[in-house]
């Protein structure tokens, strides 16, 4: 595994001098045909004005690309937003590079810390536009902070990653391209958290399309609720950009008409009702190759809205051009390769950012405080993970050579590694876990052998969890009944398991668990830092609100990380930041809120053999959203040969 690690990390580097993007001051820019049409016909300007005085070079990783065709993805179902962030959706004022090692500039030209990391200063590219043609400045961040953030009507308290010391950030600024962000308290997490794709909220609101439906810029705006039959503003502006202060939300795709910095742009909105998504080129896009060339490559982008067995048909047929999210499941492989001559396609390889592919999380904040109780006995959990047979999982795996049993707990590769922490109550051990049980006082009922609560009631919990996960589940549900408990399996779609798990209605659920490479930011499984955090959600709502009435303040040691997580936002340094966290990390193993499975040594995507500038080796992560941080605007296509 040692040498596979190092010919990964030698592969990384390479694509990092490929892709390093810097400023591009060409006199002359060319553009797609189709964009150079309109400028001949008069119904677009030249392509000088439509870029940036400085647009931002992306240095292709193969070969500079041809312009033309279009890229083909699935989507699984109708909340599966995430894969238009990762495809077409991440333009942060900063991004991560594509070795996932440091934060560079993107919308921003330039970014500069104070040496107190309580301001940093950023300046914008003179001459960027909106989607429409619109100018982008320093006046729609502005906006976005003055009447969207700090304005209580749309937004109850700034989320957490904008707050240092308990206090929001301030938005300053200079000139119109020049603005500084100034903390009360040193952040030196800050442009990580802006890297982060929940950090595209500073560069999502084009002032002059949002400002008609907000009564401050325009006197008939209750005359436009009635028109569009809404009761108020508020629900207006919901209506026309989505949910306010989370990009993670399907909403946030709804409106076609609502300009962005994309490299492609939507036709359709993304709703309940969609069964397809299309987006076409943006003619404004502020990035060029090393040749002058506008980006992207790509004229257009199909999504299919479907189900998982929609999918893996999709992908077979060769109907995906470029997919990992949802293709490369495990189960999947074998019918993949099956079919990879005649679909015309082959397979990268990912670097998971996961830790355990797959995880068990008891709602330890659960409403029903008999089952909370039991759910946040150490015993109880370290019982059910001992109750399952790891063993037999991977063997049931189509690729076992590359899984090793594995708890919630960061990778080998992470610095962060710590042994007794991926490898505490691994062992499949019936008895130890039936005592375990017994000690408990969950005495078995003996005509039905099924476990007992205290008032004599069955021990009963259901696992939500999704289709494709099924046939892992079944076999641990299984093995835990044998134990005398109830434990019964209930499928929901995504949306049903969201829905659910926001609102704290969930007994337990079966997730992957990040973490296994960002530690730092990918946390929600070593401390209840946000909603996935799915063992805590009522520990989560109380951090934003404390008079929510689903919330619940956090035990005293979930407090201790919580409060030393705020102190490792605070430095600026690395080691300091290691330091601190290792100590979070400390509680964490104690607490043992996740029970882990496996984890897996790489894992891989599927792209057309037509389909070029897509690396053959990549970071898969959520922080890390891929594949966006491998520019996909310089992914191109050559057309089949037709016999």
Not at 287 to 301: C, F, M, N, S
Not at 327 to 355: C, Q, V, W
Request: with cysteine; hydrophobic share 40%.
């Amino acid at each position: 595994m040692l040498f596979r690690i190092v010919r990964c990390c030698i592969i990384l580097a390479v694509l990092l001098v490929l892709f390093a993007g810097r400023e591009s001051r060409a006199a002359g820019f060319d553009q797609a045909p189709s964009l150079a049409a309109l400028v001949r016909s008069g119904d677009l300007p030249p392509a000088h004005e439509r870029l940036p005085t400085t647009p931002l070079l992306v240095r292709a990783i193969q070969r500079p690309g041809r312009y033309g065709g279009v890229w083909r993805m699935g989507m699984r179902g109708n909340r599966d937003h995430a894969l238009i962030i990762r495809t077409m959706g991440y333009e942060n004022l900063v991004r991560w590079d594509p070795l996932w090692a440091r934060v560079i500039p993107n919308i921003a030209a330039s970014v500069t810390p104070n040496e107190e990391y309580t301001r940093y200063r950023f300046r914008l590219r003179p001459g960027m536009r909106w989607s429409d043609g619109e100018p982008f400045t320093a006046r729609d961040i502005l906006f976005w902070y003055e009447d969207v953030l700090m304005n209580p009507d749309l937004t109850k308290s700034p989320p957490e990653w904008l707050t240092a010391g308990g206090r929001p950030v301030s938005v300053e600024v200079v000139d119109e391209f020049c603005l500084d962000f100034v903390f009360d308290k040193p952040y030196g997490l800050f442009l990580r958290r802006l890297a982060h794709p929940l950090g595209a909220e500073p560069t999502s609101y084009p002032m002059h399309y949002l400002s008609q439906f907000m009564p401050r810029y325009n006197p008939d705006v209750e005359a436009l609720c009635k028109k569009e039959g809404v009761a108020d503003w508020t629900a207006l502006f919901a209506k026309k950009f989505g949910a306010v202060g989370n990009y993670d939300d399907p909403s946030r795709f709804r409106n076609p008409d609502l300009p962005t910095l994309h490299p492609w742009v939507q036709d359709t909105g993304y709703t309940e009702k969609s069964t397809e998504l299309t987006a076409h080129r943006n003619p404004y896009y502020w990035k060029v190759d090393a040749l002058g060339r506008q980006l992207p490559y790509i004229d257009e982008l199909h999504f299919a809205i479907t189900d998982q067995t929609g999918l893996e048909r999709m992908a077979a047929a060769g109907e995906i051009d470029m997919q990992n999210r949802h293709i490369a499941e495990e189960g999947n492989r074998r019918l993949l390769e099956k079919h990879m001559a005649d679909g015309g396609y082959h397979f990268f390889r990912t670097l998971p950012s996961r830790s355990s592919t797959y995880t068990v999380c008891l709602n330890m904040t659960h409403r029903d405080p008999v089952l909370r109780k039991i759910f946040d006995e150490l015993d109880f959990r370290r019982a059910l993970s001992h109750g399952i047979d790891r063993a037999a999982l991977i063997a049931m795996q189509q690729q076992p050579e590359i899984l090793q049993p594995y708890q919630v707990a960061p990778r080998p590769e992470s610095p962060f590694y710590r042994e007794r922490m991926a490898t505490q109550y691994l062992e499949y051990d019936p008895a130890l876990a039936g005592s375990l049980l017994d000690d408990l006082g969950l005495a078995r009922n003996p005509e039905t052998s099924i476990r007992m609560l205290p008032d004599g009631s069955p021990l009963a919990f259901e696992v939500l969890c999704q289709t494709p996960y099924l046939p892992l589940l079944k076999p641990i549900v299984q093995g835990w009944r044998e134990l005398g408990l109830d434990v019964t399996v209930r499928v929901v779609s995504r949306s049903e398991e969201y829905a659910l798990k926001d609102t704290n209605r969930h007994d337990a659920l079966f997730v992957g668990a990040e973490g296994g490479l960002d530690v730092l930011l990918e946390n929600q499984f070593y401390l209840p830092s946000n909603i996935e955090a799915v063992y805590g959600v009522a520990w989560v709502l109380w951090q934003t609100d404390h008079d929510n009435p689903m919330a619940m303040r956090p035990p005293p040691r979930v407090m201790e990380q919580l409060n030393l997580y705020d102190d490792l936002k605070s430095t600026g340094s690395p080691a300091e930041q290691t330091r601190i966290m290792n100590a979070i990390l400390d509680i964490a193993e104690e607490q043992f809120y996740a029970i882990g499975l496996f984890l897996r040594e790489h894992g891989y995507g599927l792209v057309r053999n037509n389909f070029h500038n897509v690396p053959e080796l990549m970071p898969y992560g959520w922080s890390y959203p891929t594949p966006a941080p491998t520019n996909p605007s310089q992914y191109y296509t050559i057309p089949p040969v037709q016999n």
